[in-house]
């Protein structure tokens, strides 16, 4: 059985979030922003120390007194090269992740996970190997990786490369999410305007 803490968790938000009114990491449903309601479901699924791969230009007022309170319970490192794509987002969290034998990759974008779909994730994974979820056949996020594929991404020596043909190189693991919308992508503000109803909503 894979043990919580040989799995890293990489939460990617160092983009700048240009179709948005505000960056998404910090758009709030219930008083409560996007990246402390993901940082909340990794913590209360037992996950240590998430790593928040944040843009440098929002560690400046007036979110800065979210980021303290993500300190507490996770490392937030500041992406200063956030041009450079989400590769070198990815590099720099996978710095921390030389002794796990697993990683979630995690989008901001890609918001509506839960505990039971990670432990059914964990319960596929294979060091070898990266496990998707997958709704009515199409796959999703977050994206869970061996290994084999930290020790692969952390040695490549530039950001110049895309994720998911680096992913091509090594065995697929599809698992079947159909309670949780793994094919949801918050790209504007209407896709953001529609979640924040459902959530709203499932809360009553």
């Known amino acids: 059985m894979t043990l919580k803490k040989e799995i890293g968790i990489i939460i990617l938000c160092g983009g700048e979030s240009s179709r948005m009114k505000s960056p ?10 996007l990246l402390e309601r993901l940082t909340n479901i990794y913590c209360s699924a037992k996950f240590l120390n998430p790593v928040i791969i944040l843009n440098h230009r929002f560690f400046s007022q007036p979110w800065l007194e979210t980021i303290n309170k993500l300190s507490i319970k996770s490392v937030v490192l500041k992406n200063q090269f956030p041009n450079l794509g989400r590769s070198h987002s990815i590099r720099l969290g996978l710095y921390l992740m030389k002794d796990k034998s697993f990683c979630f990759l995690q989008n901001i974008d890609n918001p509506d996970i839960s505990i039971d779909l990670l432990d059914k994730m964990i319960s596929a994974s294979d060091e070898d190997a990266y ?15 061996g290994k084999k594929i930290i ?9 110049n490369w895309i994720l998911k043909d680096e992913l091509k190189k090594f065995k697929r693991i599809i698992i079947d999410a159909p309670y949780n ?21 499932k809360n009553k």
């Open 24 to 33: 998404k990491a910090f758009l709030e449903i219930e008083c409560v922003t």
């Open 131 to 145: 496990v998707v979820p997958a709704n009515n056949g199409e796959t999703g996020h977050p994206i869970l990786i």
């Open 151 to 159: 020790e692969h991404l952390s040695s490549l020596r530039s950001s």
């Open 181 to 201: 919308n793994v094919l949801l992508n918050l790209n504007t503000e209407s896709d953001w305007e529609k979640y924040s109803e459902e959530v709203k909503n």
